[in-house]
């Protein structure tokens, strides 16, 4: 009998599922009959994953994934820089970096003076840079701190900063400017992590995730681009658009010593009721979709039989929070001055209740910053993470529009609000919506308390796992591929990419072919 071509699937034609499919059909293509049956099923209409770029009058945004978080040695940041995707005519977000000439303002209108800004910020720095292991010797983190969430760390930071000043210090920093600077930081924090709530973000675990060196960079034509180039070295019907799968059917029992390749262990069934056969699975969805896979432990949840406990209290315990980015159109009048541009402007909002502005909403008392996407631009951007996030979903565009307008006519009183500002009327707005959207249920993965690295291993273990007792399910059943099932670089692009190198290479071994490299050019 002639045994058929290994069925694999991946699900997902996000960065993970993409790297994944491109790998091995590389290495199938060197084989002289071909050696996988590949396939790609993706439950959407488009392929990306949480890489989404679009466009607001003329210019490139990204709706997800945003920066590349250093060039040093970053997969993502090469391929750019191959396939000519980092230099563009047309303008992109921030493609002139970070904005170095901001405004920290008050929601009274006041400018916060340097004084407060920069030891603030600076302290803040620190306390960051402790947590993440810079300084400190590797491993040696003091006692009191383990098992203490990001937030709590932080807050302790600021009491004792606090402290050692003077009492009376101690009563400005606790009612004034200080601790709404303070706040400022944390609050960026939050986007950066994913973590809507810091105090649910593992401290012990920060020194765990490593970064690329040097700049942190945009990309020219957009981060499509990436997946676009990933995708046009597979052929076009090997991805499938619209199949979002509803079940994943594996096999856990022992099986015959005949079994064979005719015998596929797993079945996946499609919401429009079709059902596909596969001898391998890579599965790259989401943690937030796992999560709410998991949940009915009965038969009726995604996967049949229920995942093992070890994976499930693993999905159950990390963190996966919701990021959104806010971009608004500004009209720029006719008569306006082409000096006089928005500014790049950092929000720090009165802490203390009794103090704060009711005309501000509460959906943007979180949000760090309203800056324009390149120097000049009338596309004004901010980022949102948690309940408020998930709140921006929900707004009607004019509920948005109030809010921000009233925002803006207490921090920038001389504008008299977005109307009289120097740019003009709000005339378009575009959100992400990455938690109501059933393909992702939320952003990207933290560490949060009570979970821990170990369980980001947990994540990335094949199915089924090997058994003392001797039996023998067909190996490899299910893998898993992601931002969320890489250890050092999780949340990341560039995790996710090295998560899809990660399960090709599991399998090529497994078939004794040689493994491909990190790094997808030709």
């Not at 050696?35 to 466009?55: A, H, K, M, P, Q």
């Not at 810091?198 to 034509?221: C, M, R, V």
């Not at 799968?245 to 015998?263: H, L």
């Not at 980022?383 to 207490?410: H, R």
Request: charged share 20%.
């Amino acid at each position: 009998m002639v045994s058929k071509k290994p069925k694999i699937v991946i699900i997902g034609a996000g960065m993970a599922g993409l790297v994944a499919a491109h790998n091995l059909y590389r290495a199938s293509t060197l084989s002289s009959d071909h050696l996988f049956d590949l396939c790609v099923v993706e439950g959407g209409d488009r392929i990306g994953g949480r890489i989404n770029t679009s466009e607001l009058n003329g210019n490139l945004i990204e709706l997800g994934a945003t920066w590349i978080h250093g060039i040093f040695g970053s997969p993502v940041h090469q391929i750019a820089q191959q396939i000519g995707a980092l230099h563009s005519d047309k303008p992109w977000e921030r493609m002139d970096g970070f904005p170095e000439d901001s405004v920290t303002a008050f929601e009274d209108g006041s400018v916060a003076d340097p004084s407060i800004v920069d030891p603030i910020s600076n302290l803040y720095r620190n306390l960051m840079e402790f947590a993440k292991g810079k300084k400190k010797k590797k491993n040696k983190i003091p006692p009191i701190l383990k098992g203490m969430s990001i937030g709590e760390f932080l807050r302790r930071g600021l009491d004792e900063y606090c402290v050692q000043r003077s009492h009376h210090f101690c009563n400005l920093l606790s009612s004034d400017g200080e601790e709404a600077v303070f706040a400022m930081n944390e609050n960026i924090e939050r986007t950066y992590t994913g973590a809507g709530d810091l105090f649910n973000l593992d401290f012990n675990s920060e020194h765990e995730y490593q970064e690329f060196p040097g700049e942190e960079i945009t990309i020219a034509k957009g981060y499509s681009s990436i997946i676009e180039y990933l995708a046009s070295a597979i052929p076009l019907g090997m991805i499938h658009l619209s199949k979002k799968v509803v079940k994943v059917e594996w096999c856990v029992e022992e099986v015959s010593v005949n079994y064979d390749r005719f015998s596929t262990p797993v079945k996946l069934h499609f919401e429009d009721g079709s059902v596909m056969e596969a001898d391998h699975v890579i599965v790259t969805v989401s943690l937030g979709v796992l999560k709410s896979g998991i949940k009915d432990q009965h038969g009726n949840g995604m996967f049949s039989p229920p995942l093992p406990s070890f994976k499930t209290q693993a999905i159950s315990r990390l963190g996966f929070g919701v990021v959104n980015k806010l971009f608004l159109q500004l009209n720029q009048n006719q008569n306006q001055n082409q000096n006089q541009v928005f500014p790049s402007l950092q929000m720090a909002f009165h802490q203390d209740n009794s103090c704060r502005d009711e005309s501000i909403p509460w959906w943007i008392r979180r949000t760090a910053s309203l800056l324009p996407i390149y120097n000049n631009s009338n596309v004004v951007l901010a980022w949102f993470a948690g309940k408020e996030a998930v709140e921006l979903e929900s707004l009607q565009d004019e509920e948005i529009i109030d809010g921000v307008s009233a925002t803006i006519s207490k921090f920038l009183p001389n504008s008299d609000g977005i109307h009289k500002c120097s740019n003009g009327e709000i005339s378009g707005v575009v959100r992400s919506r990455w938690a109501s959207d059933p393909l992702f249920m939320g952003s990207y993965s933290y560490v949060a308390v009570g979970s821990s690295g170990d369980d980001i291993d947990s994540m990335a273990k094949p199915l089924p796992i090997s058994t003392k007792d001797g039996s023998t399910p067909p190996p490899l059943q299910i893998l898993f591929a992601g931002e969320a099932t890489h250890r050092t670089h999780y949340s990341t692009t560039h995790g996710a990419y090295y998560s899809g190198v990660r399960e090709a290479n599991r399998l090529l071994q497994h078939y004794n072919c040689a493994v491909s490299s990190e790094l997808l050019l030709h």
